[in-house]
Structures are given as structure tokens and as C-alpha cells.
């Protein structure tokens, strides 16, 4: 036994034990957020039944089943559930009713010995709206303005068929909205500026002034035109939106009528079959990936916070990895090594363990304030007070989080360079290469699989940080994407959204956190799967390199 103790035997099974248990906690912990994210749309069946407590008049009830859990007596009691003393558990069911503007919450919890036997009803109709949540009713006719056009068994087929058509009419206003305008407001803006300019140039003569205003006024009369034509355009689909309405039946017996336009996809989970369900499935999760978020980030899609963090992600990138480079090469190959140069290594290690917030505090100073009321001064003088640079912003969030993962990328790039054996700088030398050539030509090539693995865990930290962002950029709802259409296509001065905030958002901020609870796994699940993309994108590339210079070198 001291033999195998002395040995080290111990040890090395100590290491390989706590490798596996991470190895299973990393695994189990992606598993879970996967599966609570996925099933979210998954269409459930609609249950309904009547729910009784001793001594009162039972109520029915429809909606999804949302979670079961079991209690003891006593705990069921302590939460107000009127239930017998025989035995020692009871099961509860929580119910997503929906309804959230007739009775004034989404979920309820039922114990199951007061309920009665479950149904399935085939015509139960889950309709997902544009405002307060989800709807569960019975459709029971169409009508036209006042005309009453479908009623009976057909009233679902009508309906159908006219979302069907609405659908095109909604996406279309959508765009008009979202895009068209934007684009020419967009447009207005800048011949604003330009007007403002023009008045502010004292060098210009009267007459080349008034020669420019009037061009700069045609110019704004053909926009303006163009702008009425668009919301003329979006009116006229509005009323055509709007022209429609379907009244619907709650379990309860309270009609609802609402305008096709208000509803945002309508289903019946319990008619449709296995094939259906997959195909709603994959509709569901392809609208969420690529929508836009709504009723304060609980509905909707999260496009634009997956295409902040990317874009985020990857200006961080361009910055931090010629810096990081940069200074480990010259701390490594150029600087004498000595007191002055240990300090700075002490230093960039100790700022790798700097809090997260520090960061965003520096960044919010220096770069917001410092830096971007400086260009604002220089270059958008015009367009102040109103700020273009001097606030929250793409740039300002990426080269916040690039200075917070530089100490990964100087480490990861001196020990790539310390690995480099001698005698490939001393053969470089003696063939006559200066140092710079031996450098770039030999040394530096050969220690790129370091370097990549230091963008790794910098892309890695970089996408998962929230803390700094909320001070340089990140916003609860932005306006409009930091890329479109318009001069110069990337606007790095726009603020944007961010998967890990619109986590902390819906998860904690929300006016409703039992029905973003899904969202929160969703969006989660989306982050995740965007680092481990990003991740072996790189690691597909520094595998890529390291293979090309092994082959090399030998």
C-alpha cells in the first residue's frame, strides 16, 4: 500500500475521478437546459375538467398541463388545498389556463383528488395572441364586420382559411413597419443634418446656400412622399387586417371576439396527429430562432439578441486577437526580460481575475463618455445633444470585453511561443533570416494553435459575460438591428440585445416569470449552442493549422 501510495497511483485516480464527475456534470447540465428548452414547443395536449374542494361549487377548467409534483398532506394544506387527512401524499398539477386578460394570471395549481376525470375535447383551440399571452376557448363563429359569416361545425375550416390569407397581408405590414419606414426615416434624418449643417456653413454664398436648401428640400418632399405612401399602404392593410373577427368561447362560458389581425397562431393540439405535432414543432422553433420579441420579451422570437451577441462576439474578436498577439510576442521575444517585465506578467495574469463589473465600470467611462463624447464632438457636433457615439453601443461593449479577455489571449500566446524548441530561432538565424523574418516567418506560425486556443476561451467568456454589457451597450429591446440596409451597413454605434441579458430579463425582470420560465431554458439552450459553434469553428481551425506546420516542420 505505500508502494502504491508513493507511486502516486492515488492520485492520478483522484484526477481522473474528478475529470469524469466534471465531464458528467457538464454533460448532465447541457442535457437539462436542452430538454426544458426544447419541449417548450412541443404543442401539449388541452385537458379539461371540473375541480372541486369539499364544500364548494366545482369550476371547470382548460388548459395545458404545465408540471406535476407530489406533497404531503400537511404541505398541501399549509398552501390552502382543502384535502381529506387519509393518506400521506397528494399530487398536484399546475394548469397554464392562459386567459391572462379575463382571469388575471396564466398558471393555477390543482390537487388531483379534487378533480375529476380528464378530457381531451378535439375542438379545444389554443390561440397564441400578440397581446396578454395565450388564449384557451372553443371557436364558435366567424363573422365580417357585423354579418355573421360561418357558425356549426365549419366555423374552423373558415377561419383556416381566412388567417391563411391574413398571414401574407400581417408580414407585410410587418415589413413596411420594421423595415420601409425605418429605411426612410432614416433617410429624413440625415437631411436633417444636412440642413443643419448648411445653415451652420459661413462659408458657403447666399446663393450656392439657397441652391443647396433647395435641393436638400426636394430631396426631403420626395421622402415625405414616399413615407405617406408606405403608411397609406400599411392603413389599407390594416383595414383589410382588421376587417375580419372570430368569436371564441371560454370553458367558463364568457365570449371573446377578437380581430384576426390580433392573432399570431392558432392551433388545436388535441386534433392533430403525431406528424402534425412534429411539423407545428419545427414551425414553433424556427419562429422563435427568427423572430422578433413581444408583450416585454415573454412572446416572440429572439433574433435580434442572437444577432447581437454574435456580431458582438466577433468584433470582440478582431480586436482582442491582434493586441493579445501583439503584446506576447513583444513581452516574449523583443522585451528583456527582468523586474519591469515580471511586473507587467504579474499584472495582465491578476487582471484576468478582475470582476467582470469593473470592467463595464471603465468601459462606461472611458470608452462611452471619454472616447465617444470626443468623436461626437469632433464628427457628429450636428447631431448633438442627441448622442451617436457618446453612449451604449456595439464598439464600445466589444472593446469593453476584449480588454477583459486579453489576459487569456497574451497567456495562451507567450506559452504557445515558450514551446517553441531554440534550435528552430538558431537555424532560422543561421541561414541569414533577420529576427523579425525568423519571427514571422517561423516562430509565430508555429505557435497559432496557441494562439486560436486563447480566441477560444475569450470567445467562450465573451459570449456568456453580462454584467459589463448592461453599462456599455446591451438594451432590453432595441429598436432595429445594428446591420441593415442603410450607409454604412454596420452601425457598431447602435446599442443592441444579448442572450445572456434577455436571460437575466425574462427570468428575473419580467411582469410575468412563470410564463418566460420556458424562455429563460430556451434562450439558454440558443446561448449555449451558439459557443459550442463557436467554439469548434475555431478549434476546427486551429486543428486545421496545427496539422499544416506539424507537416511542415517535419
Do not use: C
Not at 204 to 214: G, H, I, K, T, V
Not at 269 to 296: H, Q
Not at 326 to 355: C, D, F, H, W
Request: glycine letters at 10%; zero cysteines; a negative charge.
Amino acid at each position: 500500500m505505500r508502494n502504491w501510495f508513493k507511486r502516486g497511483t492515488p492520485w492520478i485516480w483522484l484526477n481522473a475521478g474528478a475529470a469524469a464527475l466534471s465531464l458528467v456534470l457538464v454533460v448532465g447540465l447541457i442535457g437539462h437546459i436542452s430538454f426544458m428548452g426544447l419541449q417548450h414547443f412541443w404543442p401539449n395536449d388541452i385537458v379539461a375538467f371540473e375541480y372541486a374542494e369539499p364544500g364548494e361549487e366545482p369550476v371547470r377548467v382548460l388548459g395545458e398541463v404545465d408540471r406535476s409534483e407530489v406533497l404531503s398532506v400537511r404541505a398541501a394544506r399549509e398552501r390552502g388545498f382543502e384535502v381529506d387527512e387519509d393518506g400521506d401524499l397528494v399530487t398536484r398539477h399546475r394548469i397554464k389556463r392562459g386567459n391572462r386578460d379575463i382571469t388575471d394570471r396564466d398558471f393555477t395549481w390543482y390537487v388531483a383528488e379534487n378533480m375529476s376525470e380528464w378530457r381531451y375535447p378535439e375542438d379545444a383551440v389554443r390561440l397564441e395572441r400578440r397581446q396578454w399571452g395565450d388564449f384557451f376557448g372553443f371557436i364558435r363563429e366567424m363573422r365580417e364586420g357585423d354579418e355573421v359569416i360561418a357558425d356549426g361545425d365549419e366555423t374552423w375550416e373558415v377561419f383556416e382559411r381566412l388567417f391563411s390569407e391574413n398571414v401574407p397581408r400581417i408580414e407585410e405590414i410587418g415589413r413596411i413597419e420594421r423595415v420601409e419606414i425605418g429605411n426612410v426615416n432614416a433617410e429624413i434624418e440625415e437631411l436633417r443634418l444636412a440642413e443643419r449643417r448648411l445653415r451652420a456653413d459661413e462659408t458657403l454664398a447666399e446663393a450656392e446656400r439657397q441652391e443647396r436648401a433647395a435641393a436638400l428640400q426636394e430631396e426631403r418632399d420626395r421622402w415625405e412622399a414616399e413615407y405617406d405612401q408606405l403608411v397609406e399602404r400599411r392603413n389599407e392593410l390594416l383595414e383589410e387586417v382588421g376587417r375580419y373577427q372570430a368569436t371564441f368561447e371560454t370553458i367558463e362560458g364568457r365570449e371573446v371576439t377578437m380581430a384576426l389581425g390580433d392573432i399570431v397562431k392558432p392551433s388545436r393540439p388535441n386534433a392533430m396527429s403525431l406528424g402534425d405535432k412534429a411539423v407545428f414543432y419545427v414551425g414553433e422553433f424556427w419562429d422563435f430562432v427568427s423572430g422578433y420579441p413581444r408583450e416585454a420579451n415573454t412572446e416572440g422570437g429572439i433574433l435580434p439578441a442572437i444577432f447581437g451577441t454574435v456580431l458582438m462576439t466577433l468584433v470582440m474578436a478582431v480586436f482582442v486577437t491582434p493586441f493579445g498577439v501583439l503584446a506576447a510576442i513583444y513581452m516574449r521575444e523583443y522585451a528583456k526580460q527582468g523586474p519591469l517585465i515580471r511586473t507587467i506578467r504579474i499584472s495582465v495574469n491578476n487582471l484576468a481575475g478582475v470582476p467582470s463589473i469593473v470592467f463595464g465600470v471603465f468601459g462606461l467611462g472611458f470608452f462611452v463618455y471619454f472616447m465617444g463624447g470626443g468623436i461626437d464632438q469632433l464628427f457628429y457636433s450636428e447631431r448633438l445633444p442627441s448622442p451617436t457615439f457618446g453612449k451604449g453601443g456595439v464598439l464600445w461593449a466589444s472593446l469593453t470585453l476584449a480588454l477583459l479577455t486579453l489576459p487569456v489571449v497574451i497567456v495562451s500566446t507567450e506559452e504557445g511561443l515558450s514551446r517553441i524548441p531554440g534550435s528552430i530561432r538558431h537555424g532560422a538565424l543561421a541561414l541569414g533570416a533577420t529576427k523579425g523574418e525568423m519571427l514571422w516567418r517561423t516562430v509565430v506560425p508555429l505557435a497559432t494553435p496557441a494562439m486560436i486556443t486563447g480566441l477560444i476561451l475569450a470567445v467562450g467568456r465573451a459570449a456568456g459575460e453580462v454584467a459589463p454589457l448592461m453599462l456599455v451597450g446591451v438594451v432590453k429591446l432595441a429598436p432595429a438591428l445594428p446591420v441593415d440596409g442603410n450607409f454604412p451597413l454596420i452601425h457598431l454605434d447602435r446599442s443592441f440585445m444579448h442572450l445572456g441579458f434577455h436571460i437575466f430579463d425574462v427570468g428575473f425582470q419580467s411582469p410575468n416569470v412563470e410564463a418566460g420560465r420556458p424562455l429563460v431554458y430556451a434562450t439558454a439552450f440558443i446561448l449555449v449552442l451558439i459557443i459550442i459553434v463557436l467554439n469548434l469553428t475555431a478549434i476546427g481551425i486551429r486543428n486545421h493549422l496545427r496539422e499544416r506546420y506539424r507537416a511542415e516542420s517535419d
